[in-house]
């Protein structure tokens, strides 16, 4: 099970940090997604990362402006979101998958997280 947490309200320019946190073992098997979705668009992959934390993946919409990180001895995966402007604003959830390809299309992924809001105000 993923338990996402960390969002909520912030000005444009500011920063937030969302957390995934993991129960079970073998988390060091899995890569871990951040997935968001805004009102009226499609759910879009932002960031992923792979078991060892040595291979990441960011749309290139947050390059440059979010971190992705992973701590295996504490089952949690972390994006780092500065410079947030309006159109961050949706829905994040964390995800994880044994396969890099489904992790990243979010079709049959393995676990999700519930949604945790960031909204960026202008």
């Known amino acids: 099970q993923l338990q996402a947490s960390g969002g909520g309200w912030v000005q444009a320019g500011g920063s937030l940090r969302l957390s995934c946190a993991a129960s079970?073992?073998?988390?060091?098997?899995?890569?871990v997604g951040w997935f968001r979705q805004a009102p009226g668009k499609e759910r879009e992959c932002v960031a992923t990362i792979n078991g060892s934390g040595n291979s990441i993946y960011y749309v290139d919409t947050v390059k440059g402006r979010f971190t992705i990180s992973r701590d295996n001895a504490k089952n949690t995966v972390v994006l780092q979101m500065s410079r947030l402007t309006p159109e961050d604003t949706a829905v994040y959830y964390c995800?994880?998958?044994?396969?890099?390809?489904?992790?990243?299309?979010?079709?049959?992924?393995?676990?999700w997280g519930q949604g945790t809001q960031v909204t960026v105000s202008s």
């Open positions: 995800a994880a998958d044994p396969s890099a390809y489904q992790l990243q299309s979010g079709i049959r992924v393995d676990y």
């Open positions: 079970g073992r073998a988390f060091s098997r899995y890569f």
